[in-house]
Protein backbone atom coordinates (compact mmCIF):
# COMPACT_ATOMS: atom_id res chain seq x y z
CA UNK A 1 0.00 0.00 0.00
CA UNK A 2 2.59 2.07 0.78
CA UNK A 3 4.23 1.79 -2.66
CA UNK A 4 1.19 2.43 -4.63
CA UNK A 5 0.72 5.81 -2.16
CA UNK A 6 4.16 6.49 -3.31
CA UNK A 7 4.09 5.74 -6.54
CA UNK A 8 0.65 7.83 -7.42
CA UNK A 9 1.08 10.86 -9.70
CA UNK A 10 -2.16 12.75 -7.80
CA UNK A 11 -1.13 14.27 -3.83
CA UNK A 12 -2.37 12.41 -1.27
CA UNK A 13 -3.16 13.35 2.02
CA UNK A 14 -3.89 10.58 5.07
CA UNK A 15 -5.95 12.15 8.29
CA UNK A 16 -7.05 10.23 11.46
CA UNK A 17 -10.32 10.95 13.64
CA UNK A 18 -8.41 13.91 15.34
CA UNK A 19 -7.66 15.80 11.82
CA UNK A 20 -3.84 15.54 12.07
CA UNK A 21 -2.15 14.21 8.94
CA UNK A 22 -0.98 10.58 9.05
CA UNK A 23 0.12 9.69 5.42
CA UNK A 24 1.70 12.23 2.96
CA UNK A 25 3.19 11.20 -0.31
CA UNK A 26 5.75 12.57 -2.42
CA UNK A 27 2.90 14.12 -5.00
CA UNK A 28 1.96 16.16 -2.29
CA UNK A 29 5.29 17.35 -1.32
CA UNK A 30 5.95 18.46 -4.94
CA UNK A 31 2.35 20.30 -5.06
CA UNK A 32 2.81 21.76 -0.82
CA UNK A 33 6.17 22.88 -1.14
CA UNK A 34 6.32 21.22 2.28
CA UNK A 35 7.80 17.58 2.57
CA UNK A 36 6.25 14.89 4.87
CA UNK A 37 8.19 14.62 7.71
CA UNK A 38 6.91 18.09 8.63
CA UNK A 39 3.61 17.33 7.34
CA UNK A 40 3.06 14.23 9.45
CA UNK A 41 1.09 14.64 12.78
CA UNK A 42 0.07 18.34 11.75
CA UNK A 43 -3.68 19.90 11.27
CA UNK A 44 -4.12 19.06 7.97
CA UNK A 45 -5.63 22.59 7.57
CA UNK A 46 -2.78 24.11 8.20
CA UNK A 47 -0.72 22.45 5.75
CA UNK A 48 -3.04 22.16 2.77
CA UNK A 49 -4.99 25.48 2.11
CA UNK A 50 -7.79 25.77 0.32
CA UNK A 51 -9.95 28.50 -1.65
CA UNK A 52 -12.38 28.90 -3.60
CA UNK A 53 -13.50 25.50 -3.24
CA UNK A 54 -16.71 24.37 -5.96
CA UNK A 55 -18.65 21.32 -5.17
CA UNK A 56 -22.21 20.08 -4.86
CA UNK A 57 -22.44 21.14 -0.98
CA UNK A 58 -21.42 19.39 2.48
CA UNK A 59 -20.58 15.84 2.42
CA UNK A 60 -21.87 13.45 4.91
CA UNK A 61 -20.05 10.58 7.41
CA UNK A 62 -18.92 8.28 4.66
CA UNK A 63 -19.13 10.16 1.63
CA UNK A 64 -16.99 11.58 -0.62
CA UNK A 65 -16.86 15.04 -2.03
CA UNK A 66 -15.33 16.05 -5.48
CA UNK A 67 -14.36 19.90 -5.86
CA UNK A 68 -12.79 22.45 -8.02
CA UNK A 69 -10.02 23.82 -5.60
CA UNK A 70 -7.14 26.58 -5.72
CA UNK A 71 -4.46 25.27 -3.31
CA UNK A 72 -2.66 28.15 -1.54
CA UNK A 73 1.16 27.32 -0.81
CA UNK A 74 3.99 29.50 0.67
CA UNK A 75 7.31 28.52 -0.72
CA UNK A 76 10.88 28.97 -0.41
CA UNK A 77 14.08 26.90 -0.81
CA UNK A 78 11.56 23.60 -0.21
CA UNK A 79 10.06 24.85 2.90
CA UNK A 80 6.23 25.66 3.48
CA UNK A 81 6.70 28.59 5.42
CA UNK A 82 7.69 32.17 4.30
CA UNK A 83 7.87 33.07 0.71
CA UNK A 84 5.36 34.58 -1.89
CA UNK A 85 1.78 32.83 -1.70
CA UNK A 86 1.12 30.60 -4.92
CA UNK A 87 -1.94 29.59 -6.26
CA UNK A 88 -2.31 26.24 -7.70
CA UNK A 89 -5.83 24.80 -9.49
CA UNK A 90 -6.73 21.42 -8.26
CA UNK A 91 -9.31 19.07 -8.60
CA UNK A 92 -10.38 18.17 -4.74
CA UNK A 93 -11.80 14.40 -3.91
CA UNK A 94 -12.28 13.54 -0.06
CA UNK A 95 -13.64 10.05 1.14
CA UNK A 96 -14.28 9.89 4.71
CA UNK A 97 -13.52 6.81 6.52
CA UNK A 98 -16.24 5.37 9.08
CA UNK A 99 -15.58 2.68 11.52
CA UNK A 100 -17.20 -0.40 12.30
CA UNK A 101 -19.11 1.32 14.93
CA UNK A 102 -19.90 4.53 12.88
CA UNK A 103 -17.62 6.29 14.18
CA UNK A 104 -15.69 9.08 12.07
CA UNK A 105 -12.22 7.11 11.75
CA UNK A 106 -10.78 10.18 9.56
CA UNK A 107 -10.30 10.78 5.98
CA UNK A 108 -8.14 10.73 2.82
CA UNK A 109 -7.96 13.83 0.12
CA UNK A 110 -6.82 13.64 -3.13
CA UNK A 111 -4.98 16.90 -5.09
CA UNK A 112 -4.79 16.86 -8.57
CA UNK A 113 -2.76 19.75 -10.06
CA UNK A 114 -5.00 21.06 -13.30
CA UNK A 115 -2.19 23.58 -14.84
CA UNK A 116 -1.34 21.20 -17.12
CA UNK A 117 -5.35 21.10 -18.35
CA UNK A 118 -5.67 24.77 -17.84
CA UNK A 119 -2.65 25.54 -19.98
CA UNK A 120 -3.64 22.61 -22.58
CA UNK A 121 -7.53 24.36 -22.51
CA UNK A 122 -5.93 27.62 -22.67
CA UNK A 123 -3.53 27.16 -26.26
CA UNK A 124 -7.20 25.44 -27.47
CA UNK A 125 -9.20 28.90 -26.98
CA UNK A 126 -6.30 30.69 -28.27
CA UNK A 127 -5.02 28.24 -31.47
CA UNK A 128 -9.28 28.26 -32.41
CA UNK A 129 -9.21 32.31 -32.16
CA UNK A 130 -6.07 32.56 -34.59
CA UNK A 131 -7.72 30.14 -37.10
CA UNK A 132 -10.52 32.00 -37.11
CA UNK A 133 -8.64 35.10 -37.88
CA UNK A 134 -5.99 33.92 -40.17
CA UNK A 135 -9.01 31.59 -41.99
CA UNK A 136 -10.68 34.72 -42.33
CA UNK A 137 -8.47 37.19 -43.57
CA UNK A 138 -7.73 35.58 -46.96
CA UNK A 139 -11.40 34.70 -47.51
CA UNK A 140 -12.45 38.44 -47.09
CA UNK A 141 -10.42 39.28 -49.70
CA UNK A 142 -11.37 36.58 -52.14
CA UNK A 143 -15.22 37.42 -51.36
CA UNK A 144 -14.95 40.68 -51.97
CA UNK A 145 -13.09 40.71 -55.13
CA UNK A 146 -15.51 37.97 -55.94
CA UNK A 147 -18.52 40.10 -55.68
CA UNK A 148 -16.61 43.08 -57.22
CA UNK A 149 -16.12 40.94 -60.41
CA UNK A 150 -19.63 39.77 -60.31
CA UNK A 151 -21.30 42.86 -59.91
CA UNK A 152 -19.02 44.95 -62.20
CA UNK A 153 -18.06 44.92 -66.06
CA UNK A 154 -14.38 45.76 -65.33
CA UNK A 155 -11.41 46.95 -67.38
CA UNK A 156 -9.05 44.21 -68.36
CA UNK A 157 -6.28 45.98 -66.09
CA UNK A 158 -8.74 46.12 -62.90
CA UNK A 159 -9.88 42.20 -63.81
CA UNK A 160 -6.30 40.85 -63.98
CA UNK A 161 -5.59 42.55 -60.91
CA UNK A 162 -8.74 41.22 -58.98
CA UNK A 163 -7.75 37.56 -60.15
CA UNK A 164 -4.42 38.11 -58.81
CA UNK A 165 -5.66 39.44 -55.42
CA UNK A 166 -8.04 36.27 -55.47
CA UNK A 167 -5.28 33.63 -56.55
CA UNK A 168 -2.61 35.39 -53.75
CA UNK A 169 -5.45 34.79 -50.63
CA UNK A 170 -6.53 31.09 -52.12
CA UNK A 171 -3.24 30.11 -51.86
CA UNK A 172 -2.89 31.55 -48.57
CA UNK A 173 -6.22 29.42 -47.48
CA UNK A 174 -4.45 26.39 -49.05
CA UNK A 175 -1.26 26.87 -46.78
CA UNK A 176 -2.54 27.07 -43.94
CA UNK A 177 -5.03 24.23 -44.39
CA UNK A 178 -1.93 22.29 -45.52
CA UNK A 179 -0.24 23.21 -42.43
CA UNK A 180 -2.95 21.80 -40.31
CA UNK A 181 -3.74 18.82 -41.99
CA UNK A 182 0.26 18.09 -41.40
CA UNK A 183 -0.13 18.76 -37.46
CA UNK A 184 -3.10 16.68 -37.74
CA UNK A 185 -1.86 13.69 -39.45
CA UNK A 186 1.18 14.29 -37.39
CA UNK A 187 -0.21 14.30 -34.11
CA UNK A 188 -2.15 11.02 -35.11
CA UNK A 189 1.03 9.21 -35.78
CA UNK A 190 0.78 9.03 -39.64
CA UNK A 191 3.71 9.44 -41.98
CA UNK A 192 3.23 12.58 -44.09
CA UNK A 193 6.90 12.27 -45.30
CA UNK A 194 8.11 10.57 -48.66
CA UNK A 195 11.68 10.03 -49.11
CA UNK A 196 12.74 10.52 -52.55
CA UNK A 197 16.56 11.49 -54.03
CA UNK A 198 15.88 15.22 -53.94
CA UNK A 199 18.86 18.06 -54.92
CA UNK A 200 18.18 20.65 -51.95
CA UNK A 201 20.56 23.61 -54.24
CA UNK A 202 17.64 23.24 -57.01
CA UNK A 203 14.91 22.73 -54.31
CA UNK A 204 16.18 26.48 -52.67
CA UNK A 205 16.61 28.16 -56.45
CA UNK A 206 12.65 26.96 -57.18
CA UNK A 207 11.07 28.24 -53.74
CA UNK A 208 13.44 31.41 -53.96
CA UNK A 209 12.21 31.92 -57.71
CA UNK A 210 8.44 31.48 -56.59
CA UNK A 211 9.26 34.55 -53.76
CA UNK A 212 10.62 36.72 -56.39
CA UNK A 213 7.41 38.22 -57.09
CA UNK A 214 5.89 38.12 -53.52
CA UNK A 215 9.57 39.96 -51.90
CA UNK A 216 8.04 43.46 -50.37
CA UNK A 217 9.63 46.48 -52.25
CA UNK A 218 13.12 47.35 -51.24
CA UNK A 219 13.89 43.72 -49.61
CA UNK A 220 16.75 42.30 -51.41
CA UNK A 221 16.33 37.77 -51.80
CA UNK A 222 19.54 36.35 -52.47
CA UNK A 223 20.89 32.30 -52.81
CA UNK A 224 24.21 30.72 -52.66
CA UNK A 225 24.31 27.43 -53.41
CA UNK A 226 27.79 25.60 -53.31
CA UNK A 227 28.63 23.20 -55.93
CA UNK A 228 29.00 19.61 -56.04
CA UNK A 229 26.71 19.08 -52.88
CA UNK A 230 26.05 15.50 -52.53
CA UNK A 231 22.03 14.26 -53.19
CA UNK A 232 19.83 13.76 -49.89
CA UNK A 233 16.95 11.73 -49.18
CA UNK A 234 13.74 13.98 -48.70
CA UNK A 235 10.22 14.91 -49.02
CA UNK A 236 9.99 17.75 -51.56
CA UNK A 237 6.73 19.40 -51.01
CA UNK A 238 7.60 19.46 -47.13
CA UNK A 239 10.95 20.75 -47.53
CA UNK A 240 9.49 23.37 -49.92
CA UNK A 241 7.14 24.04 -47.19
CA UNK A 242 9.05 24.58 -43.97
CA UNK A 243 12.19 27.15 -46.70
CA UNK A 244 9.05 28.80 -47.26
CA UNK A 245 8.21 29.25 -43.68
CA UNK A 246 12.00 30.52 -43.21
CA UNK A 247 11.84 32.66 -45.65
CA UNK A 248 8.22 34.08 -44.92
CA UNK A 249 9.31 34.63 -41.06
CA UNK A 250 12.94 36.65 -42.81
CA UNK A 251 11.27 38.66 -44.78
CA UNK A 252 8.64 39.54 -41.81
CA UNK A 253 10.85 40.66 -39.53
CA UNK A 254 13.57 42.31 -41.22
CA UNK A 255 13.54 45.56 -41.33
CA UNK A 256 12.37 47.59 -44.68
CA UNK A 257 15.12 47.18 -47.55
CA UNK A 258 16.84 44.44 -45.04
CA UNK A 259 18.34 41.42 -47.34
CA UNK A 260 17.29 37.83 -47.15
CA UNK A 261 20.05 35.31 -48.06
CA UNK A 262 19.04 31.69 -48.44
CA UNK A 263 22.66 29.38 -48.67
CA UNK A 264 22.70 25.90 -49.03
CA UNK A 265 26.06 24.06 -48.48
CA UNK A 266 27.66 20.87 -46.99
CA UNK A 267 27.62 20.73 -43.01
CA UNK A 268 28.36 18.53 -40.34
CA UNK A 269 25.72 17.39 -37.88
CA UNK A 270 25.47 15.54 -34.82
CA UNK A 271 28.64 13.28 -34.35
CA UNK A 272 30.05 14.51 -37.04
CA UNK A 273 27.55 13.16 -39.81
CA UNK A 274 27.83 14.58 -43.08
CA UNK A 275 24.52 16.22 -44.62
CA UNK A 276 23.59 19.25 -46.80
CA UNK A 277 22.35 22.31 -44.61
CA UNK A 278 19.50 25.44 -46.64
CA UNK A 279 19.72 28.17 -44.59
CA UNK A 280 17.74 31.38 -44.36
CA UNK A 281 19.34 34.93 -42.78
CA UNK A 282 18.11 38.04 -42.20
CA UNK A 283 19.16 41.30 -40.69
CA UNK A 284 16.62 41.96 -38.23
CA UNK A 285 16.59 42.46 -34.87
CA UNK A 286 17.69 39.03 -33.68
CA UNK A 287 16.61 36.85 -30.98
CA UNK A 288 17.75 35.86 -27.41
CA UNK A 289 18.55 32.30 -27.07
CA UNK A 290 15.17 31.73 -24.96
CA UNK A 291 12.95 33.56 -27.71
CA UNK A 292 14.42 30.93 -30.18
CA UNK A 293 13.61 28.26 -27.95
CA UNK A 294 10.07 29.20 -27.03
CA UNK A 295 9.73 29.75 -30.77
CA UNK A 296 10.45 26.14 -30.94
CA UNK A 297 6.89 25.21 -29.23
CA UNK A 298 3.46 25.02 -30.20
CA UNK A 299 1.35 27.76 -31.18
CA UNK A 300 4.56 30.00 -30.40
CA UNK A 301 5.02 33.78 -31.43
CA UNK A 302 7.53 36.08 -30.92
CA UNK A 303 4.66 38.77 -29.87
CA UNK A 304 1.57 36.62 -28.78
CA UNK A 305 -0.03 40.07 -27.63
CA UNK A 306 -3.93 40.81 -29.10
CA UNK A 307 -2.04 44.15 -30.72
CA UNK A 308 1.05 42.15 -32.23
CA UNK A 309 1.73 43.09 -35.87
CA UNK A 310 1.76 40.27 -37.48
CA UNK A 311 -0.82 37.38 -37.54
CA UNK A 312 -0.33 33.42 -37.97
CA UNK A 313 -1.15 30.48 -36.51
CA UNK A 314 2.51 30.25 -34.70
CA UNK A 315 3.31 26.73 -36.31
CA UNK A 316 5.96 27.90 -38.51
CA UNK A 317 8.99 26.84 -36.58
CA UNK A 318 7.45 24.33 -35.42
CA UNK A 319 6.35 22.75 -38.67
CA UNK A 320 10.36 23.11 -40.02
CA UNK A 321 11.53 21.60 -36.74
CA UNK A 322 9.03 18.31 -37.03
CA UNK A 323 9.93 18.26 -41.38
CA UNK A 324 13.73 18.19 -40.39
CA UNK A 325 13.18 15.69 -37.89
CA UNK A 326 10.96 13.97 -40.07
CA UNK A 327 14.08 13.76 -42.32
CA UNK A 328 16.81 12.52 -39.39
CA UNK A 329 18.07 15.95 -39.51
CA UNK A 330 17.79 19.34 -37.30
CA UNK A 331 17.36 22.65 -37.23
CA UNK A 332 20.01 25.13 -36.79
CA UNK A 333 20.27 28.65 -35.50
CA UNK A 334 22.65 31.36 -34.86
CA UNK A 335 20.65 34.69 -33.80
CA UNK A 336 21.53 37.67 -31.60
CA UNK A 337 19.90 40.77 -30.57
CA UNK A 338 20.05 43.66 -33.67
CA UNK A 339 22.59 41.13 -35.50
CA UNK A 340 19.67 39.05 -36.93
CA UNK A 341 18.79 35.79 -37.17
CA UNK A 342 20.07 32.43 -39.18
CA UNK A 343 17.82 29.38 -38.75
CA UNK A 344 17.98 26.25 -40.97
CA UNK A 345 17.72 22.95 -41.92
CA UNK A 346 20.20 19.93 -41.70
CA UNK A 347 19.73 16.52 -43.58
CA UNK A 348 21.95 14.09 -43.30
CA UNK A 349 23.44 12.37 -46.41
CA UNK A 350 22.47 8.32 -47.08
CA UNK A 351 24.96 6.38 -45.63
CA UNK A 352 26.98 8.88 -44.43
CA UNK A 353 29.45 8.03 -41.50
CA UNK A 354 31.66 10.38 -38.78
CA UNK A 355 33.72 12.54 -40.78
CA UNK A 356 37.49 12.59 -40.40
CA UNK A 357 37.53 16.36 -40.92
CA UNK A 358 34.58 19.32 -40.67
CA UNK A 359 33.45 19.26 -44.21
CA UNK A 360 34.22 22.85 -46.09
CA UNK A 361 31.71 25.69 -46.41
Known sequence: LEAVVAGMGDGLVAVGPDGRITDFNHAAEVLTGVEAPAAIDRRARDVVVLRDVVDGGAPGEGTTRIALATLVTRRRAGRERGGDATAIPV?????????????????????????????????????????????????????????????????????????????????????????????????????????????????????????????????????????????????????????????????????????????????QGPSGVAGVEVAVADRGHGLGDDQVAALLGEFAQADGSDTRRFGGLGLGLTLVQRVAEGHGGTVTHTSGRRRGSRFGIWVPVPGSARSRRPARR
Open 91 to 267: AFSEGRLVGPAGESAGAVMVLRDLRREQEVERMKSEFLSRVGHELRTPLTGILGYAELLAARRLRPAEAAKAHGEILVATRRLVRIVEMLEFFASAGAGRSVLSAKDLDLGELARTVVKSWSTRVPPGHRLSTRVSRGLPVVRGDRRWLSAALEELIDNAVKFSPAGGSVEVTVGAA
